[in-house]
């Protein structure tokens, strides 16, 4: 009969040493007009590359355009287009741009979409 063979302990850490706490990047704020082109350059991209938009791209791009008031006739137009390509729409395609709406006190263009 084999004698049982004992696994070696995990060596411990003694108490005066401390694990290092995990390196994180810091967090990089990307101006808005640099987020909106490359959007922008994306979506170009996956247009000459015959790549459709499904709703997640239409919820980030139109998410991205409601951020400005300038833009919400663009974000308008794009959830009219997704409503063209037949995408079967969720929530949150819609809520960024009503939520810019109602912001901006334009009831009658929320009641519209």
Not at 52 to 71: A, I, M
Request: charged share 20%; aromatic share 6%; glycine share 0%.
């Amino acid at each position: 009969e084999a004698a049982p063979t004992e696994t070696p302990a995990a060596p411990q850490a003694s108490p005066s040493e401390t694990p290092a706490a995990p390196q994180t990047s810091p967090v990089v704020e990307v101006p808005f007009q640099d987020r909106r082109n490359f959007a922008f350059q994306l979506r170009t991209a996956m247009t000459t590359a015959s790549i459709p938009l499904n709703e997640t791209s239409y919820t980030g791009f139109v998410r991205l355009l409601s951020q400005s008031p300038s833009d919400l006739p663009a974000a308008e137009k794009l959830l009219d287009e997704s409503e063209d390509q037949k995408i079967k729409p969720r929530l949150r395609l819609y809520a960024a741009l009503l939520s810019a709406h109602a912001a901006s006190d334009h009831l009658d263009k929320v009641l519209k979409i």
